[in-house]
Each structure stands twice: as structure tokens, then as C-alpha cells.
């Protein structure tokens, strides 16, 4: 199966061929950090299942295990694409909400749960449908350009 991936701009994209290797939760900080959420999402595959197109700018850091994580981001909307963890040579991680399709990709594992925010494990919200924005709008207004 081919998946298409993209920043949200569409400047950078994957496409990933066959099946993922797995689907990981995470909760540590730094994922938390990247994403602006309370938890991040990966997708890896193999390298030689993926193929990218358009330019990236790079940010390695170091992570929980010490060794370097190459994180490859748009250089014009700034969103997280993919990344290449050194401890997990030869896998390319994808963001999950960069895919066309993410509904078809369900989570098979979660890490550093003792991470994962108090209010996460027991989360009980109304679901409730957001309309044009017009409240937004009227509490946050739009940036100058």
C-alpha cells in the first residue's frame, strides 16, 4: 500500500510504500515539545520504503537515550515531517498527522508513559462540533502580515 505524506504546507512530502513497522505513542517531554500536543505520534518504516520530495531544513538533538535524533522539518511552514532516530538505524519515523489518511494507521505501541500528562489518563470530554471559527476570531485575532 502507498501512503502520501506532507507538511501542511505541501512543500515537503513523503510517499511510503508497503506496510509501517510500527505505530508509536509517545509521551516524553520532548515529543510533547515538538508536537505542541500532549503526546507525539510516529509511524516508522524502513528507509528503503520511503521517498521524499521538496527541500527540508534538519534539528538534531539528543534523546532520552543519549544518541542523536535528525528531525526534518519544512523550511517554509516549519511543520515536522519525518525524522531519523540513530538508536533505530535504518527507520524513518513520520508524523502521523502529516498523512493523507492517518484514520488507517492505529497506534501499536505508547513509550514513556511516566511522562504521559495527569489529566490524559482519565480524560473525559464532550466531543462538540466547531463551526466557522467566528468565536475565535472575535477572542483571537489574525496576525499582522
Known sequence: MRRA?????????IIADGE????????CRACQRRT?????????????????SGASNSY???GDSGRSIDFR?????GSTVFWMPEFRKGLVA?????????SSLAPTQSVYGESRLGWYRSISVRQ???GSGASFSRRFPRAAP
Open 20 to 27: 509501517p513497522v510500527k505505530i508509536s505513542v509517545c509521551h
Open 36 to 52: 505542541g500536543s500532549a503526546f507525539g505520534v510516529a509511524v516508522f518504516f524502513q528507509a528503503n520504503q520511503m521517498e521524499t
Open 73 to 77: 522539518f519544512c523550511p517554509v511552514c
Open 94 to 102: 513520520v508524523a502521523l498527522g502529516c498523512f493523507a489518511d492517518p
Open 60 to 62: 538534531v538533538r539528543s
Open 128 to 130: 462538540r462540533r466547531v
Open 5 to 13: 505524506a506532507s507538511c501542511s504546507c505541501g512543500q515537503l512530502s
